[in-house]
């Protein structure tokens, strides 16, 4: 299958600080790259879905100016997490999908802490 | 209604039994159908896809896709510890490719 790499798998940052997380895919072109949320034992929440070139679509209830998507290029999406919050800690995964294609393929995922 | 209702589990079988995992979706237009299979702390790994309706199996698993009746399945053969893990099932619509997914089913396959 496709790979999507993720970066970083974890980290640790303080309270009112930026954090910057990194979705590539490796070896297909990414038009459509997903962003999700996930609580422990919950499913996936979808936060925002990015095209290639264009703005993200955030999902209801997601905050666009606190979760900034940037999809530049056919390979690379990042998640920018503005002024973190204790509350902002969880684990993010991004997938991303090939042009014409239902399958997506996943990241490692992030784990955030935010202290 | 949630479009997809999957039972959260957890499932427990002993190793080697046959594990079957289900779904039911309310949304007529989803025709892709995914199984990923998610370690703890892990981002989701796909298993399987399928479009339409129809079989598919691919090693040990196989998965099963009913659309009279709104209804997928995936079969898991010879169960090992290994593949204890949460299943979530995702189907999108065409056009659409946006997955709409289940809440997951927690496998435990133990010795």
């Known amino acids: 299958g496709a790979v999507v790499s993720q970066h970083p798998s974890w980290v640790i940052c303080k309270s009112g600080t930026s954090v910057k997380i990194e979705c590539r895919s490796l070896?297909?072109?990414?038009?459509?790259m997903f962003w999700y949320r996930q609580f422990p034992k919950q499913s996936l929440m979808l936060m925002a879905t990015s095209n290639e070139g264009s703005k993200a679509t955030y999902e209801q209830g997601v905050e666009k100016d606190k979760f900034l998507i940037n999809h530049a290029s056919l390979t690379l999406s990042t998640l920018t997490v503005t002024s973190a919050h204790p509350e902002d800690s969880s684990f993010y995964i991004c997938?991303?999908?090939?042009?014409?294609?239902?399958?997506?393929?996943f990241g490692q995922g992030t784990r955030l802490t935010v202290v | 209604q949630k479009e997809v209702e999957q039972d959260p589990g957890p499932l427990s079988v002993p190793e080697g039994a046959i594990v079957s995992l289900n779904c039911t979706y309310s949304n007529s237009a989803f025709q892709y159908f995914m199984w990923y299979r998610q370690y703890s702390r892990k981002g989701p790994e796909l298993l399987m896809y399928?479009?339409?309706?129809g079989n598919k199996e691919d090693g040990r698993f196989t998965a099963q896709v009913d659309k009279s009746s709104k209804y997928i399945s995936l079969f898991i053969r010879d169960s090992q510890p290994s593949d204890s893990a949460t299943y979530l099932c995702a189907m999108s619509a065409v056009g659409s490719y946006i997955p709409t997914f289940g809440r997951g089913t927690s496998l435990i396959v133990h010795p």
């Open positions: 070896d297909f072109q990414a038009t459509t």
């Open positions: 997938s991303a999908r090939d042009r014409g294609k239902a399958e997506a393929f």
């Open positions: 399928t479009y339409s309706s």
